[in-house]
């Protein structure tokens, strides 16, 4: 019996590989996390920060730990992928507004190494994310295409730390725009083909990426790569367990979060070398 969506979301989002909108936050909790993040940004030397600095904050900041393992959502997250749940890995992607970031027509499973293909972004808006400002969008049904073949550093202007870009044909005949407003969510499989246009808006377009992985599912990589604990249990040791910064002094979060990037950092740039022995005879192919 599902715990938040009903069977025809469940279906829907086998069917289409995402689901929108759902919602997280009320809006006295988004005003509070999205206060939370600029004050965190503000810390860290004002907005704009490196990339790395929007990565992984959740082992870190307690507030971060917070928002994703928000209980509603968990819930939606277990419809989808069971009840023994890890985050492998949160992302902030902020588009400033009026300026030309976008993100290339992508698949998240590229450069992650998980295996088998299960994992689920949720993406939790805390600005409104309209078409003018930018949303997502996705080619219907697009994980039966299977893995693709990506380029890295190829996109200028990207929001993504990778600049990757699908680098073979598809079909893109049939694209769903997933507006959502302050507070919501969507859902999407890490083999859907999505990306988004630049912010038009006059607000910065906030999303907070989170990827929730069963505790099953496994790095085909040679790194022992971090997760964090978010519901269940963790009955097959896949990965190192993170810190989580609730149980500890705000003095450890840096380091923690150093080194939490860091590993996940390492595994992304070996499984960049892999992607490219593995699928690069595809690029361009008629």
């Known amino acids: 019996m599902p715990k938040i969506l009903t069977e025809g979301q469940i279906e829907q989002y086998r069917r289409e590989n995402f689901l929108a909108p759902l919602e997280a936050l009320t809006p006295e909790e988004t005003q509070h996390y999205r206060a939370c993040l600029e ?51 949160a992302t902030f992607f902020i588009k400033e507004p009026g300026e030309d970031q976008i993100t290339a027509w992508h698949q998240d499973s590229t450069y992650f190494g998980m295996q088998p293909y299960e994992h689920v972004t949720a993406w939790i808006a805390l600005s409104d994310a309209s078409e003018e400002a930018g949303c997502m969008e996705f080619v219907v049904g697009s994980s039966g295409f299977g893995q693709l073949y990506h380029a890295p550093q190829t996109v200028v202007g990207s929001v993504n730390h990778g600049s990757q870009a699908i680098a073979e044909p598809f079909d893109d005949s049939h694209i769903a725009s997933a507006p959502l407003k302050a507070g919501q969510f969507s859902f999407h499989h890490t083999l859907v083909v999505h990306s988004s246009a630049p912010n038009r808006s006059q607000d910065r377009r906030i999303g907070y990426g989170i990827s929730y992985i069963p505790a099953h599912v496994h790095h085909v990589g040679s790194y022992r790569m971090g997760a964090s604990h978010a519901r269940g249990e963790d009955k097959y040791g896949h990965f190192e367990i993170e810190p989580d910064p609730r149980e500890h002094g705000a003095a450890e979060g840096p380091a923690h979060h150093e080194a939490a990037y860091r590993r996940y950092r390492e595994g992304y740039e070996e499984q960049v070398a892999a992607h490219k022995a593995a699928y690069g005879n595809r690029e361009g192919r008629a």
């Open 39 to 89: 004050r965190y940004e503000d810390e860290q030397g004002g907005a704009r920060l490196a990339p790395w600095q929007y990565r992984k904050v959740h082992v870190r900041e307690p507030w971060a730990a917070e928002l994703v393992r928000i209980p509603r959502v968990l819930d939606a997250v277990e419809d989808l992928i069971g009840p023994d749940i890890l985050i492998f890995n």
